[in-house]
T-cell receptor, first 115, second 113 residues
Framework: DTGVSQNPRHKITKRGQNVTFRCDPI?????LYWYRQTLGQGPEFLTY????????KSRLLSDRFSAERPKGSFSTLEIQRTEQGDSAMYLC?????????????FGSGTRLTVV | TQLLEQSPQFLSIQEGENLTVYCNSS?????LQWYRQEPGEGPVLLVT?????EVKKLKRLTFQFGDARKDSSLHITAAQPGDTGLYLC?????????????FGQGTILTVHP
């Protein structure tokens, strides 16, 4: 297994455009998480899935953000009408629900820059 | 809302020195994890502690979970330039949010040769 894969690694977009990021978790992991991290800060929780069900969504997440995990495999995170404040590293992680004490495996992230 | 406060935020030391990073909260966590993150990469898990008072050692790194499961510390002995990075503590939630992690703001460690 090659770990958690995120694409693209970098994305530069103009304000007002829509962007979509993809995350491919470790195949046997049924939990998938999205976090956002700004420079010099720890990751902030956005949302997570168990299989295809979205179990929790942060109140920080405006209605411009949507995430899906069809068939409980890969996940996509879409941001509509991007704003400069959306510029951040978007991290995806996966875990086994019964082994969460084993920690997350993170991907390398997608760095979004909104100009 | 569960919050984790890490201190110090920045640490700049010489090779061979010892250091301790602290992670404190007013909330009880089901588990506490420490991660290390390199620039441009995702965090990598170092250790998980789940029992109050638990101590774990990973080579020159010693991790401790407070008795009340509200705080933790990371101690590095004889730091090396390869230890440079962002260190993050993360607390595991319980109940309906089981598995969700709350991260501290991180400690940026620089070890000079």
């Amino acid at each position: 297994d090659t770990g958690v894969s995120q694409n693209p690694r970098h994305k530069i977009t103009k304000r007002g455009q829509n962007v979509t990021f993809r995350c491919d978790p470790i195949s046997e992991h049924n939990r998938l998480y999205w976090y956002r991290q700004t420079l010099g800060q720890g990751p902030e929780f956005l949302t997570y899935f168990q299989n295809e069900a979205q179990l929790e969504k942060s109140r920080l997440l405006s209605d411009r953000f949507s995430a899906e995990r069809p068939k409980g495999s890969f996940s996509t995170l879409e941001i509509q009408r991007t704003e400069q404040g959306d510029s951040a590293m978007y991290l995806c992680a996966s875990s086994l629900s019964v082994k969460t004490s084993y920690g997350y495996t993170f991907g390398s992230g997608t760095r979004l820059t909104v100009v | 809302t569960q919050l984790l406060e890490q201190s110090p935020q920045f640490l700049s030391i010489q090779e061979g020195e010892n250091l301790t990073v602290y992670c404190n909260s007013s909330s009880v966590f089901s588990s506490l994890q420490w991660y290390r993150q390199e620039p441009g990469e995702g965090p990598v898990l170092l250790v998980t502690v789940v029992t109050g008072g638990e101590v774990k050692k990973l080579k020159r790194l010693t991790f401790q979970f407070g008795d009340a499961r509200k705080d933790s510390s990371l101690h590095i002995t004889a730091a090396q330039p390869g230890d440079t990075g962002l260190y993050l503590c993360a607390g595991g939630a319980g109940g309906t949010s089981y598995g969700k992690l709350t991260f501290g703001q991180g400690t940026i460690l620089t070890v000079h040769p």
